[in-house]
C-alpha cells in the first residue's frame, strides 16, 4: 500500500494572501502602486513643494497646494495652511507651533503612516497607534551665544504604543520596518544637500 508524501513544513509554501483593504488603507492600490513604480521605475520621482509667507515678527505661514509624481502634476483635495511662530518666552506670539515643533510631527506622522501601511499589507489590523516624540535643543546655538551648541536638535526620541490583532513582536517588526523606509526618518538621520538662493530686490 502506497503512503503520501510527508511535506517538509519548511518548504511548504502558504497560500498568497488576497490582499484587502484594512486599517483604512487601500491595499489593494498600494499593491498595485508598488508593482507599477516596479514596472515603470521613473513613477517613483515626486516633488513635493511649499510656498511661505512671512506674516509679522517670527510669524510665518505656509501653503501646500500641489505636487508633481507618478507622471504627472497633481492638486491636494483642498490647500492646506499651517502657521508657525515662537512662543512669547522666545520673542514671538505664539500663532502657531515653532518651525522644530513641527519636524515632530512629520517625524511621528510619517512613521505612523508606514505603520498604517505595512499593517494593513501584513494582513494585521490595528486597534491603537500612539506616540510621543520629544527633541532636545540648547538654544544657545541659534541665539549666537555659543559657537560650540549646534542649532538643532541634539537628540530625538520617539516612543510608541501599538495594539493589534498579531502578537508583541510581530508588531514591533511593524515599526521597525515603517522606520526602515520613513522618507523623514531617512531625512533626519542621513541629512540631506539643502540649496538656498536669494533673489533680492
Known amino acids: 500500500m502506497e503512503t503520501p508524501t510527508m511535506q517538509n513544513p519548511t518548504t511548504t509554501k502558504r497560500p498568497a494572501r488576497t490582499p484587502v483593504p484594512m486599517n483604512g488603507v487601500d491595499t489593494p492600490t498600494l499593491f498595485a502602486t508598488i508593482g507599477a513604480v516596479k514596472g515603470q521605475p521613473e513613477l517613483g520621482s515626486f516633488q513635493f513643494r511649499a510656498t511661505n509667507r512671512w506674516q509679522?515678527?517670527?510669524?510665518?505661514?505656509?501653503?501646500?497646494?500641489?505636487?508633481?509624481?507618478?507622471?504627472?502634476?497633481?492638486?491636494?483635495?483642498?490647500e492646506f495652511s499651517y502657521d508657525a511662530d515662537h512662543p512669547a518666552v522666545l520673542v514671538g506670539r505664539d500663532q502657531g507651533p515653532t518651525p522644530v515643533e513641527f519636524l515632530l510631527h512629520a517625524l511621528a506622522s510619517c512613521l505612523t503612516a508606514g505603520i498604517g501601511n505595512i499593517a494593513a499589507a501584513r494582513g494585521v489590523t490595528l486597534y491603537?497607534?500612539?506616540?510621543?516624540?520629544?527633541?532636545?535643543?540648547?538654544?544657545?546655538?541659534?541665539?549666537?551665544?555659543?559657537?560650540?551648541?549646534?542649532?538643532?536638535?541634539?537628540?530625538?526620541?520617539?516612543?510608541?504604543?501599538?495594539?493589534?490583532?498579531?502578537?508583541?513582536?510581530?508588531?514591533?517588526?511593524?515599526?521597525?520596518?515603517?522606520?526602515?523606509?520613513?522618507?523623514?526618518?531617512?531625512?533626519?538621520?542621513?541629512?540631506?544637500?539643502?540649496?538656498?538662493?536669494?533673489?533680492?530686490?
Do not use: M, W
Open 56 to 78: 509679522q515678527g517670527t510669524h510665518s505661514r505656509t501653503r501646500i497646494e500641489g505636487f508633481s509624481g507618478a507622471g504627472g502634476e497633481h492638486a491636494h483635495a483642498r
Open 128 to 201: 491603537e497607534v500612539e506616540s510621543t516624540v520629544e527633541g532636545d535643543i540648547d538654544l544657545r546655538g541659534i541665539l549666537g551665544i555659543s559657537t560650540e551648541v549646534r542649532n538643532g536638535y541634539r537628540q530625538l526620541r520617539v516612543s510608541f504604543r501599538i495594539k493589534g490583532d498579531a502578537p508583541a513582536e510581530k508588531l514591533e517588526e511593524i515599526v521597525a520596518q515603517s522606520r526602515a523606509r520613513s522618507a523623514v526618518y531617512d531625512v533626519l538621520t542621513n541629512g540631506v544637500p539643502v540649496a538656498v538662493s536669494v533673489n533680492a530686490g
